[in-house]
């Protein structure tokens, strides 16, 4: 949807770089989800953020919301293979189904 | 718990067939959502559920039908399959809207249309 983009929409990485993917709306979120694609498989739900300003953090991918709550970022830290594959970010408008943006592949490299 | 499970995982249809997607559920989810995906495009929402009895459109609804007869099941029909239609469909299902929790995805069908 247009009324979220991510950028890059490609990135390639060396393996343990650090990385960012962001995601910015239109309009004014409820949520944003960020969920994580292996080539050719479903998507895996990484985590989900509500309010303005929130920080979360699994294993090695910290994902925020920004105090506007209109755009959100993930990062990487010392990225490895397992990192590879499609991001997507997935916005709440309150009582209405999720709209996705359209991804960014993650490539890491040796 | 199974979670979302969708049949066939790969089909390959002749412009003009028939086919239904099957997506079924085991959480007792209200809510439950067909996207497809393809290349450069993103996920987009063909239709939806808010419970059985009840849906409604999405962002690309032509030359789709769907049904939700019980809470568990939401098929996704493609009555005269078209070229455009060959995508990679997520059937996806959580709680209810608003509801603060993530969907949970299927693992996708690969349909062709030759």
Redesign the interface.
């Given at each position: 949807?247009q009324e979220l983009e991510q950028s890059p929409q490609s990135l390639i990485v060396q393996e343990g770089k650090n990385l960012t993917i962001n995601c910015t709306s239109s309009k004014t979120l409820?949520?944003l989800?960020w969920?994580k694609q292996k080539y050719g498989?479903?998507?895996?739900?990484l985590m989900?953020l509500?309010k303005g300003g929130e920080e979360k953090s699994h294993e090695k991918i910290t994902a925020k919301l920004d105090e506007k709550k209109q755009q959100s970022s993930l990062h990487i830290t010392a990225s490895q293979p397992s990192h590879a594959g499609i991001y997507?970010c997935?916005a709440?408008r309150?009582?209405?189904?999720?709209?996705?943006?359209?991804?960014t592949r993650l490539s890491v490299i040796a | 718990n199974a979670g979302v499970t969708q049949t066939p995982k790969f089909q390959v249809l002749k412009t003009g067939q028939s086919m239904t997607l099957q997506c079924a559920q085991d959480m007792n989810h209200e809510y439950m959502s067909w996207y497809r995906q393809d290349p450069g495009m993103g996920l987009r929402l063909i239709h939806y559920s808010v419970g059985a009895g009840i849906t409604d459109q999405g962002e690309v609804p032509n030359g789709y039908n769907v049904s939700r007869s019980t809470t568990e099941d939401f098929p996704l029909r493609l009555l005269l399959a078209a070229p455009s239609q060959t995508s990679v469909y997520f059937c996806a299902s959580t709680p209810g809207v608003g509801s603060n929790s993530p969907l949970h995805f299927g693992n996708g069908t690969r349909l062709t249309v030759t």
């Open positions: 949807s409820y949520g989800y969920y498989e479903g998507l895996i739900f989900m509500q997507l997935g709440d309150g009582n209405t189904p999720l709209v996705f943006g359209k991804g | -």
